[in-house]
């Protein structure tokens, strides 16, 4: 199934011709297995005796612990381990494990999932903070806050408060420590030459309707940062629009008794990760490739 006709030449104005045709090549490739151990419940040992007992295939990643590369496997491999249906696993996207190791939330904070469901990295802050921290997760959507509701469980992240709620419509009473928000995108970093409705999907109408919804989130979060907290803001988009043009016209936007900065984000042993350039230095993005989506993180301190 061939990608968008108008994606391309977008792509190209963007990044070049060459780091477009390496995009659109990542479409095609068919992205391996991956998952992290749920440290609430499990620990990374306990996750490789799981998998060697399967007889399943597992590599390391330098830098993160607790996620594991599975290139032979399915995913229905894993539905079949008893640890999965326990919970002391989660499956979950290489990409999408970045923003809470950016977050870095500690225990003690106030921390707000603004686009939780369907809770991958609401567990993995819960996970990453030893159940210490206060997290508040919002989802509007009734199917996906259920589900979001369903994973919250089953991994025992008992320190998570679900708002069945818009999180633009948050009072701005609210104040958290630190904030993830995952902006619903039109998900360029993720497309499938596989899938036979990518084309009708992905249109200029769904990035500018995303567009709209990440500025207005955006906003939002600034307002509910404490002085001295951190924003990470993240797409599964590869599209400068859905990422760094949000960013720096939301802080422009930003009141004019506030200050925020961008800052650098710092992974160690990270070398590997397929790194598209980036029009804000010190943010980061992700090409799309066969272990990796498309994928957008920045991080942004309240300096006052």
Known sequence: MPIPAFLEPLL?????ANIASAIIEGYSARRAVTLRANTLLSDRSAVVAALDEAGIEWEPLTWYGDAFVLPRARERDVWDLPAYGEGRLYLQSLSSMIPPLVLAARAGEDICDMCAAPGGKTTQIAALTGTGARITACELHAPRADKLEFNLNRQKARNVTVMR????????FFSFDRILLDAPCSGSGTLSTADPRAEDRFTPHLIEKSRKSQRALFDKALK?????????YSTCSVLREENE???????????RDRAFAVKPIELPESGDMPRLPVGIEGALCLAPTDRYEGFFVAKIVRTH
């Open 12 to 16: 190209a104005r963007q990044y070049g």
């Open 245 to 255: 043009a949000i960013v720096e016209a939301g802080l422009q936007r930003a009141p």
């Open 165 to 172: 709620t818009d999180a633009r419509q948050m009072d701005d």
């Open 224 to 232: 509910l940062l404490k002085p001295g907290g951190t924003l990470v």
